[in-house]
Structures are given as C-alpha cells and as structure tokens.
C-alpha cells in the first residue's frame, strides 16, 4: 500500500507531502519521476502572468498605402504588400462592417 511522502521542494526549500493519492495518479499517467515543486512553486511556475516579462514586439517600418505616411507594422512587409497605420486599418474594417449589415 502506497503511503504519504514528505518531499522538498527545490524552489523554495520548504517541505510538503505527496500524497499516496498523487502518487498513485502519477502512476496511472506513467509520469516516472515524483514532484520536485511545492503547489504554490508549481502554480507560479505555470502561471506566466505572474513571472514573465511583457514580450516586446518586433515592428517593421512601412508607408500607409492609404494616407501615404510612415507607420510601423508587427510583420515584416513584402513588396506587393498594402500597409496601412492604424488609423486607416480602423476606418477600413469599419467599413467593412457597414457594408456587411
């Protein structure tokens, strides 16, 4: 019969019990190794809002083919490609909606 288990997290060095019910749940999933991370350890692991950094996006310059000014776009324009800035994006979904009703 599988029993409780005092374990130390390598996180934060505290320690906490995996249960003989995880245990067995590890079992039946095939995961080979025991937990390394206390809950809370975990959860802030898997919680990217709470560690990561806002990623900063790469822009490229353009010319808005609409009102012809220098804008900057999150992809990297071909030459056959129409940019526009984010005013004229606006105005043409906008009008794309108008002309759905």
């Not at 995996?18 to 999933?29: D, R, S």
């Amino acid at each position: 019969m599988v029993q409780d288990k005092m374990l130390v997290c390598k996180e934060c060095g505290k320690e906490f019990v995996f249960t003989a019910g995880e245990q067995e749940f590890y079992g039946e999933k095939g995961f080979r190794h025991q937990p390394q991370r206390c809950k809370a350890c975990r959860r802030k692991k898997r919680s990217p809002q709470e560690e990561a950094k806002p990623r900063e996006r790469k822009m490229w310059p353009g010319i808005c083919a609409a009102c012809g000014k220098n804008t900057l776009v999150p992809f990297e324009p071909r030459p056959e490609q129409l940019v526009y800035c984010k005013k004229c994006y606006a105005a043409i979904l906008e009008e794309r909606r108008e002309h759905r009703r």
